[in-house]
């Protein structure tokens, strides 16, 4: 079975650009959840969606957004990006449907977002 | 709110030697422990888990119990080899929002040198 898999691998963005990343869950699993983490603040929720929607957002400001498709494969957009984002972005899959407290998260290799 | 302290890194060992990494805990309710390894250029890997109170999760020779009357989950190993060098994260999972978010620790740098 094939991991989760996020593309790009690496990226190098301007001030002021903005940047889709792409998350490929697992098969079969329906729920993806976004991570950032940085050397400062170490690894941070952004938001998760279970079947195209949104079931639950991290403390970032609106400028993080993401967006589900049918298929389960998730994209998240920075704008307006600033120096501060630069960071690796996490993508986590799981086959939960409910809340449970017992599911795994399976992660994929990241994004290395650079913003100069 | 919910949070997870690890022992701060970095920690250097001898192969062969003993490893601890202490893990506490702060969360309402009851939640599910977890630790993952993220190897360098590497995403997270989940290496263990225990779900209630007096569980222990194993595996690849590393082992947690989950203490509810200490909230602690300190990962184990009796004899580390060079490749688990990598850095060993702690995390909860906080039913939240009809959904659920892991929670982190800042992470534990362990290298191991032959």
């Known amino acids: 079975k094939a991991g989760v898999t996020q593309t790009p691998r690496y990226l190098i963005k301007t001030r002021g650009q903005q940047v889709t990343l792409s998350c490929s869950p697992i098969?079969?699993?329906?729920?993806v959840s976004w991570y950032q983490q940085t050397p400062g603040q170490g690894l941070q929720f952004l938001f998760e969606?279970?079947?195209?929607?949104?079931?639950n957002k991290g403390n970032f400001p609106g400028r993080f957004s993401g967006r589900q498709f049918s298929n389960s494969r998730s994209e998240m957009n920075v704008s307006t990006l600033e120096l501060g984002d630069s960071a690796l972005y996490l993508c986590?899959?799981?086959?939960?449907?409910?809340?449970?407290?017992?599911?795994?998260?399976?992660f994929g290799p990241g994004t290395r977002l650079t913003v100069t | 709110g919910d949070s997870v302290t690890q022992m701060e890194g970095p920690v250097t060992l001898s192969e062969e030697a003993f490893l601890t990494i202490n893990c506490t805990y702060t969360?309402?309710?009851?939640?599910?422990l977890f630790w993952y390894v993220q190897y360098p250029g590497e995403g997270l890997q989940l290496l263990l888990k225990?779900?209630?109170?007096?569980d222990k999760g194993s595996n690849k020779g590393f082992e947690a119990t989950y203490r509810k009357e200490t909230t602690s989950f300190h990962l184990e190993k009796g004899s580390v080899q060079v490749s688990d060098s990598a850095v060993y994260f702690c995390?909860?999972?906080?039913?939240?929002?009809?959904?659920?978010?892991?929670?982190f620790g800042k992470g534990t740098k362990l290298t191991v040198n032959p």
């Open positions: 969606y279970f079947s195209e929607t949104q079931r």
């Open positions: 986590a899959s799981s086959f939960a449907a409910r809340t449970s407290g017992r599911s795994e998260q399976y």
């Open positions: 995390a909860l999972i906080v039913p939240q929002g009809g959904s659920e978010k892991l929670v």
């Open positions: 969360a309402t309710g009851y939640p599910s």
């Open positions: 225990a779900t209630k109170a007096d």
């Open positions: 098969s079969g699993h329906r729920s």
